[in-house]
């Protein structure tokens, strides 16, 4: 019986013992799969954050480019209004000019004259029907075209011109002191200029009336949030500053008595100067101490760790 026990004690010995070696195997092997997991997941923040990154980086981009488009579209756009040209000839025109040197604002300029120099030529000014016709252009018949068209026929006539004199004399008569500013433009003649117009197609920065109206009723839209933004500002101020004002007259008044009595007795600043330089001292020598006191705690606490080793040591 006392064998039969004992062999039993022995079989559940190592029974267990086995259970056991199994069982810190399968936890050697869960302690790997959740390093693993753990790695995993940092590598899928660390992911997370860069996609993160790029992401409000992309859209930050996005928003500039959205906004330079709006505000090149508005600027067309009212132009547009100003002028009667259309967005899409406008922004041709953008383009070549500024490939030339001349700016949006001198087309502008350019065109005010040009319209006033074809009322004068139809009102019966001899120097501006003389200068129509040395272009061979009939004035009758530029005055019934679209402004656009105006502009474009007259410059392209500019523009093949030899006579460079001539060319300059009439640049200016006609388009006014922004016709200097045209005169790169123009010296491209009439197929370099219309190679410029077509690039600007090809590079996409024409609008169309659409997208220049679209550009500017983003733009508007802007400027009113950012009106109503200011207003709401103001009405807060409105509202803070009267109290703002009502608390600094309140210690105004209160600090009238001290400052009287500090004129009063002069020997009181010196003394506040004195102990001002005195607080000074003992802060800094405070700053001092407390640094002490900070080694001193370091240092008892590492002869306290070898008393502890020694005693271990000796046991």
Known sequence: MASEIANL???????TTDFADK??????SLGKLQRSVDSTGQNFQKLGLKFAAVGGAMLGSLGLLVDKYSEAGDEIAKMSKRTGFGAESLSELKYAAGMS?????????????????????NSGSKAMIDNFDALGLNV???????????FWTIAYALADMEDQTLKTTLAQDLFGKSGTNM???LAEGQAGIASLRQEAHELNVVYS?????AAEKFQDSKERLTTAMQGIGAT????????ITELINSLTEKLKPAMAWLSEHPEMVDAFVKFGAIFLAGGTLMIGIAQALKAF?????????FQLLWQSYKV
């Open 101 to 121: 040197g001349a700016s949006l604002d001198d087309l502008e300029t350019a065109t005010k004259k040009m319209s006033k120099a074809i009322i004068d030529a």
């Open 140 to 150: 009758t018949a530029i005055r019934d075209m679209a402004p656009e068209e105006q």
């Open 209 to 213: 009336d659409e997208s220049a109206a």
């Open 183 to 185: 005169l790169p433009l």
């Open 236 to 243: 807060i101020a409105e509202t803070v500053m009267p109290k």
């Open 23 to 28: 069982m810190q195997g399968v936890d050697k």
């Open 297 to 305: 705690k370091l240092i008892r606490t590492a002869v306290m760790g």
């Open 9 to 15: 004690f022995v079989t559940l010995s190592a029974n």
